[in-house]
């Protein structure tokens, strides 16, 4: 885990498909304040290009990293304005 950032938020999408995970992110990061960060678990390896593609396309959040593990995808995602 990296010291960049503190983890204000965790969603737990693992057993969903897409789009579930993003649409999911989306609605918990709208209840975040500017500069908290959500991190999203997901088992969907789609995840991956699907949560960087909204995040690199949505303006307002970052993608500030992800991490794939044997099982789970992890995203961290930074609401920026």
């Not at 579930?20 to 678990?41: C, N, R, Y």
């Not at 969907?44 to 789970?72: C, F, H, K, P, R």
Request: glycine share 8%; hydrophobic share 35%; charged share 30%.
């Amino acid at each position: 885990m990296s010291a960049e950032f503190d983890i204000t938020e965790t969603l737990d999408v693992k057993g969903a498909s897409c789009p579930m995970p993003v649409v999911k992110a989306k609605s918990a990061i709208d209840e975040l304040s500017e500069g908290e960060v959500l991190e999203v678990l997901a088992t969907d390896s789609g995840s991956m290009s699907d949560i960087d593609g909204w995040a690199s396309g949505t303006e307002g959040i970052e993608l500030v990293n992800q991490e794939e593990g044997d099982d789970v995808f992890k995203h961290y995602v930074r609401k920026t304005e």
